[in-house]
């Protein structure tokens, strides 16, 4: 087992580490019957670190109490890697030694291909900075979402280690994160060099996150297409594309922010003409950028596509490939976590101000800001191979207060049939057509002319 000495500045990171999905904090205290319940919580889910020899925030005094010796946790160490069933691989185990403190046990735990149990035949998954015993059914979905190893992980045997080590992605990467460790010894403690043969070689987490050009390094496609479609038909034409689709390349940070930032700009010019009017339409930029942030970091990148983003006139499809990983459904999208590459997910949420929240908090995030947009919630679907999230311009209130409030908004304007149904999302014709004879039945809209067609009709307010 390793042993390393920190410094002052190493122990005031562990002391800020924030607990989460991916990192935790026990007391050198603790039972170890009660921290292999957490140990399995992380082998289940995503992997994550654990650190042992830190009392919690809550507790008065000195937080850095240590073990005395080493082989003072060796019962916690036995009942972690010997009594948890089956045992689980790859457990990272070493020791930081804190000057007159003691001996923190750190344990990095891979996500693991099994179902882990702990002596006592219990089984835990982490969500977020909790664990959750887990029983029955929910354990034989779990085992279903097991057993292949993650496509993050395999190696890239034509990669030459030498320019990711070089690189400069890795560098500033290491710099904001604070390790002091060699390049290459954080590359493989991170979990992102694999085996190939006897050498160690760059695997896909790790070209995804700090090659240069990952969308020429891969063998499948990785990047971002963003379309600008004048259109709110379910099909489009080529004719409706305002310019060819921008294509966004890139390690998978900068391709998140420089999808965010092309959506936004078209986004803020999301506008269609009505008898001569522009008519501007606003989404909520952070229930996009949480959207947009899902699809790129859970996508499948073993499939050989892009991800696709369409703004349309009414709405927005972000197109991922891939279907929900693991027990993920349609159904159970807000309550439950499962992460499809969880070291990419983790090395980015472990960053300063990362751009990914915890698993899952993500659309709570969207679907809340759609609410306070007026919008209603975001819409799934599953296809044959692709994951579609789609945000409409389609307000939660009722047809009739759409209509009064646009010409409220506008003084002087008219609305007509076809532009309270791009205003409201309302797709039905016949119910815009009862809503405006409502509201021209009791006295609030009246006809801008007597003797326009029914198939002309436009109405002001009263």
Sequence with gaps: METIQIDHDEVNRLLNLREDH????KSARIAPAKLQQTFVAFANSDGGDLYVG?????????????????????????????????????????????ENKG??????????????????????IRINAAKRKIKGDRITQLGYSKGAEPYERKALKDVDLDDIVEGDLLKQYMSRVDSHLPEQKFLQKQRLLTKDNDERVPNV????????????TMDTRCAVKVYRLRTTEKEYKREQLEEMPITIGGDVEHVIGKTVDQVAKYIDGASFRDKGQLVKLRYPADALKEVLVNAVIHRDYSLNDDIHVRVYDN???????????????VENLYEERFSRNPN?????????DPVNHDIGEGLDTARNELKKAGLVDPTFEEKENAFVVTIRHQMIAS???????????????????????????????????????????????????????????RYIKA
């Design 103 to 124: 001996f923190i046990l750190h344990l990095g735990i891979p996500k693991s291909p099994k179902v882990h149990y702990t002596a006592s035949d219990e089984c835990y």
């Design 399 to 457: 047809v009739e207060e759409v209509i009064l409030k646009y010409l409220s908004d506008n003084p002087g304007s008219s609305v007509s049939n076809k532009l309270i149904r791009q205003l409201s999302g309302e797709d039905d014709m016949q119910k815009v057509k009862v809503a405006l004879q409502r509201l021209r039945a009791s006295g609030d809209i009246k006809l801008e002319d007597d003797n326009a067609t029914a198939f002309n009709y």
């Design 54 to 98: 830190i009392e919690d925030e809550s507790e008065p005094g000195e937080r850095v109490v240590g073990f005395q010796k080493q082989e003072d946790a060796n019962g916690v160490i036995t009942t972690l890697l010997e009594e948890t069933k089956p045992a689980v691989e790859n457990v990272l185990v070493e020791f930081l030694e804190v």
């Design 22 to 25: 991916f990192n935790d904090v």
């Design 315 to 329: 709405r927005v499809e972000i197109q991922s490939p891939g279907k929900l990983p693991g027990y993920m459904s």
């Design 344 to 352: 990419l997910v983790r090395m980015l949420h472990n960053l300063p």
């Design 205 to 216: 987490g790790c070209v995804l996150l700090f090659d240069d050009e990952p969308q020429a």
